[in-house]
T-cell receptor, first 112, second 114 residues
Framework: DAGVIQSPRHEVTEMGQEVTLRCKPI?????LFWYRQTMMRGLELLIY????????DSGMPEDRFSAKMPNASFSTLKIQPSEPRDSAVYFC??????????FGPGTRLTVT | AQKVTQAQTEISVVEKEDVTLDCVYE???????LFWYKQPPSGELVFLIR??????QNEISGRYSWNFQKSTSSFNFTITASQVVDSAVYFC???????????FGGGTRLMVKP
């Protein structure tokens, strides 16, 4: 089976631009998670979905961030407008409920 | 509140040495899960082990072993006869039973020198 797929792998954008990160979870997994990794704050959970429904978005930094999961095989994390402090590696992970999470390769975002 | 502490930020060993990575956690839950993940230089996070709070048996997988001590809230990870390929950042994480949300420690960077 393919693992969690994320695109793009690298994104460089200018401050103020909209950024959309994409994730395809492992088939059959019904939980999906978005994490952000920075040197300062380590790995932080931003939001997670169960059965396509957002369960906890308390980790989303501010209203500039939004996430959707229109179906079981696709999720997006959008930042609008982007700021330099959003530069980080964004990971998507998926799991069956109460099982271990499997992570995608990450998207390295640089906002200049 | 949940918290995971990995006090060792960096460890450097010479190949073939044994090394133990410490993990201490805090939780008020009686049921929870503990994890270790490996992040090699390529950047992906690789799942290593998941252990539930009711299972305090130590686990061994090849050169890897894990020691879970509920009395001291620790879940330590030992690599025996370390190899250069073990060089990575290792994360310990805690998951609430009901929430499926992972709280990660700050990670320990392990450097294995030839």
């Amino acid at each position: 089976d393919a693992g969690v797929i994320q695109s793009p792998r690298h994104e460089v954008t200018e401050m103020g631009q909209e950024v959309t990160l994409r994730c395809k979870p492992i088939s059959g997994h019904n939980s999906l998670f978005w994490y952000r990794q920075t040197m300062m704050r380590g790995l932080e959970l931003l939001i997670y979905f169960n059965n396509n429904v957002p369960i906890d978005d308390s980790g989303m930094p501010e209203d500039r961030f939004s996430a959707k999961m229109p179906n079981a095989s696709f999720s997006t994390l959008k930042i609008q407008p982007s700021e330099p402090r959003d530069s980080a590696v964004y990971f998507c992970a998926s799991s069956r409920v109460l099982y271990e999470q499997y992570f995608g390769p990450g998207t390295r975002l640089t906002v200049t | 509140a949940q918290k995971v502490t990995q006090a060792q930020t960096e460890i450097s060993v010479v190949e073939k040495e044994d090394v133990t990575l410490d993990c201490v956690y805090e939780t008020r839950d009686t049921t929870y899960y503990l994890f270790w993940y490996k992040q090699p230089p390529s950047g992906e996070l690789v799942f290593l082990i998941r252990r539930n709070s009711f299972d305090e048996q130590n686990e061994i997988s090849g050169r890897y072993s894990w020691n879970f001590q509920k009395s001291t809230s620790s879940f330590n990870f030992t690599i025996t006869a370390s190899q250069v390929v073990d060089s990575a950042v290792y994360f310990c994480a805690l998951e609430r039973n009901a929430g499926n949300m992972l709280t990660f420690g700050g990670g320990t960077r392990l450097m294995v020198k030839p």
